[in-house]
């Protein structure tokens, strides 16, 4: 009777590689990580996500691995657990993302437009700051956040402004400039600009 063995450099299932990962084995996570960062990375980029932010996702999805590996039922649908878990952590995102960029309120609107200026040309004024808050309103979060940060109110620090929109203070006028040429354009497409 012959038994046959697998060789020894046949790749082992994912409930070993689980296990393993479990007891902090690296080859075993480095294994798990080429397997199925292309399942995660897929899932974060379907949310359309910036850059930071879908790193920030990924490496999430990650960490959630680490802390729940031992509480995976079934090993072999692990493609799918780390699929779903990555749709959890961008959801988490862009709800904090919202709660972070508040409605300007209407006191904004109203510094947008003298108090000089006659009633008509003030409805005016208060007409065209809201359209271009609805405008603001369409671009990606962390733009929208930063725009609002930067116009609404007179700026803070750029350290200040860093902190409240997740982008490093290097990349504040880049962002910006990138926002607001699309910003442009979207006025130019509803035919809003000047």
């Keep these: 009777m012959t038994t046959t063995l697998s060789p020894p450099d046949a790749a082992p299932g994912t409930t070993d590689l689980l296990l393993r990962a479990c007891e902090r084995d690296p080859q075993a996570w480095n294994e798990i ?13 379907s949310f359309g996500l910036q850059d930071a932010d879908a790193l920030d996702a990924v490496q ?3 960490l959630r691995l680490a802390e729940n590996c031992h509480r995976i039922q ?5 493609g799918g657990w ?3 878990t990555a749709k959890r952590e961008c959801l988490r995102i862009l709800r904090q993302q919202a709660h972070q960029t508040p409605t300007p ?18 409805a005016v004024d208060a007409d065209t700051a809201a359209r271009l808050w609805n405008v603001v309103a369409t671009l990606p979060p962390r733009r929208r956040i930063l ?3 930067l116009f609404l109110n007179p700026p803070g620090p ?3 402004v860093a ?32």
């Excluded at 990580?33 to 980029?45: L, M, P």
């Excluded at 309120?105 to 003030?122: F, I, K, N, T, W």
């Excluded at 926002?179 to 442009?184: C, D, E, I, N, Y």
Aim: zero cysteines; a positive charge.
């Design 163 to 194: 902190r409240k929109t997740g982008i490093p203070a290097g990349g504040i006028g880049p962002t910006r400039a990138r926002a607001l040429t699309q910003l442009r354009r979207r006025l130019d497409e509803r035919g809003l600009s000047r």
């Design 60 to 62: 999430m999805t990650w």
């Design 82 to 84: 780390l699929a779903t």
């Design 33 to 45: 990580v080429r397997r199925y960062s292309g399942v995660v990375f897929a899932k974060v980029r």
């Design 158 to 160: 750029y350290t200040e």
């Design 105 to 122: 309120p209407d006191a904004a609107v109203e510094r947008l437009a003298d108090s000089g200026v006659d009633p008509e040309q003030h």
């Design 147 to 149: 725009i609002r940060e």
């Design 74 to 78: 079934f090993p072999e649908q692990l």
